[in-house]
């Protein structure tokens, strides 16, 4: 036996796995049931030298177990719980320049297309990022990070798209790879969108084979040459901005070039975008509040991730997605925060109480879609998400006898969340 490990986690009340048996994702009736050990006489956790979950059980079993090993650091758990860390599957955290006014517009009626329309929303923000610096960018980008982890997020979907031309696109993305190298407290998975809106003085036909024949070849030699580790295409798919048969384009051609596909779809108008989806094989569709019943059937059958954003119905005054019939279908459901300058939220637990009280979601649900499911959508679940033997240590302990609080707590969980771990390291203690 190694007679050195990384960390021990002692006394517990109860250990939150959300799965027990390697599933990739759960589905349908299975979100409502995630897996949950509990003890009144307190359990243990020891992640290894590799950063990784080594073992979990009774205390009484672990301190036998372990008795002539050292750890390097040790957690008194007493009536605590024991989540994974939540993986935030929708972020756009890399700008500058707040849209604080836009907030006063819509509050006093606007739509989300009215201020698009005024030259706010999108194009404000990336008149802002074309004139701002890689560095501006990144320390702008790091604050808000280190405040997502303070709220337990431990990976993160983070995209592009307020550059809208080459070469702010990619420094965007050359921000997200220096805060990669220079804060590891989190995880981040880059999204290339350079199709999140037509920039001025373009047609959707200009941008679009802008996108295709200038940006996308950019960012496969970037990628290439390690100068950049995108994972994922995006484009917002929406009535006015790219249409069906141009979104398909686009994100067939990051399909070529290696890229997962994780698109915006079927948010303000119905574009088919469940259906387009499942016909391109993505991994992934976000928002969907106006998908199609065929799309959900579609989305079911060819495993796409449908990832939430209730933020966003907020803010927005949307019409809710319809969740309960998704998850009635058989998709897998995931929640992001969808942090952008229209939606200032950096919380996942404020995400998954929304989601319960507008989507209509259990607890259950809300933690399956945080974790597993939202690491799904990024093609992690086999390695993040829940807390299994062999996987990342990736974990938040809650100072409360059941983790539900972190959810029933509307906005304490700052308070609430006492350590969060990455790779088995204490990365932020409260």
């Not at 805060?179 to 959707?204: N, V, W």
């Not at 079927?266 to 016909?279: I, T, W, Y």
């Not at 391109?280 to 959900?296: P, Q, T």
Request: glycine residues 8%; aromatic residues 4%.
């Amino acid at each position: 036996m190694n007679m050195s490990n990384l960390l021990i986690i002692r006394h517990a009340r109860q250990i939150v796995h959300v799965c027990n048996k390697s599933e990739s994702m759960l589905r349908g009736k299975e979100m409502a049931h995630v897996a949950v050990t509990e003890s009144s006489n307190g359990l243990s956790l020891v992640v290894g030298d590799d950063g990784c979950i080594k073992d979990f059980g009774e205390d009484a079993e672990l301190e036998a177990k372990y008795r002539q090993c050292a750890f390097q650091k040790e957690i008194d758990a007493s009536g605590k719980a024991i989540l994974p860390g939540l993986v935030d599957g929708h972020t756009h955290p890399v700008w500058v320049g707040d849209r604080v006014h836009e907030f006063a517009m819509k509050l006093a009626g606007a739509t989300y297309m009215d201020v698009h329309k005024a030259g706010g929303g999108i194009h404000f923000t990336v008149d802002h990022v074309q004139k701002a610096t890689e560095e501006e960018l990144c320390s702008s980008l790091l604050e808000r990070l280190k405040r997502m982890v303070k709220s337990g997020t431990t990976l993160v979907e983070a995209k592009s798209g307020y550059g809208l031309n080459a070469e702010s696109e990619v420094k965007m993305l050359k921000a997200l790879e220096k805060a990669k190298e220079c804060f590891k407290d989190i995880e981040i998975s880059s999204t290339y969108c350079g199709a999140h809106a037509i920039p001025r003085g373009k047609s959707m036909e200009e941008a679009t084979n802008d996108v295709i024949n200038i940006q996308i070849p950019k960012i496969k030699e970037l990628n290439d040459s390690k100068e950049l580790s995108v994972e994922n295409i995006d484009v917002f798919c929406e009535k006015g901005v790219f249409d069906t048969d141009a979104s398909e384009r686009i994100l067939q051609a990051g399909k070529e070039i290696g890229l997962a596909i994780n698109f915006h779809g079927d948010e303000l108008h119905p574009m088919n975008s469940g259906e387009l989806g499942a016909k391109l094989d993505a991994r992934a569709i976000s928002h969907l509040e106006e998908v199609s019943d065929e799309g959900i059937q579609a989305m079911s059958r060819k495993s796409v991730v449908a990832v939430i954003l209730p933020t966003t119905a907020y803010i927005l005054r949307l019409k809710p997605p319809p969740v309960r019939k998704m998850i009635e279908a058989g998709v897998a459901v995931a929640l992001g925060s969808d942090f952008n300058p229209n939606a200032f939220c950096l919380s996942m637990p404020l995400t998954m109480h929304l989601a319960c009280v507008i989507l209509r979601m259990s607890m259950n649900e809300a933690l399956a879609a945080a974790t597993i499911n939202a690491a799904a959508s990024l093609g992690r679940s086999q390695t993040h998400g829940s807390i299994e033997v062999g996987k990342v240590a990736d974990m938040i302990v809650v100072d409360a006898p059941r983790w539900e609080h972190l959810i029933y707590q509307m906005g304490s969980h700052n308070e609430l969340i006492k350590y969060v771990i990455k790779n088995g390291r204490v990365v932020h203690s409260s």
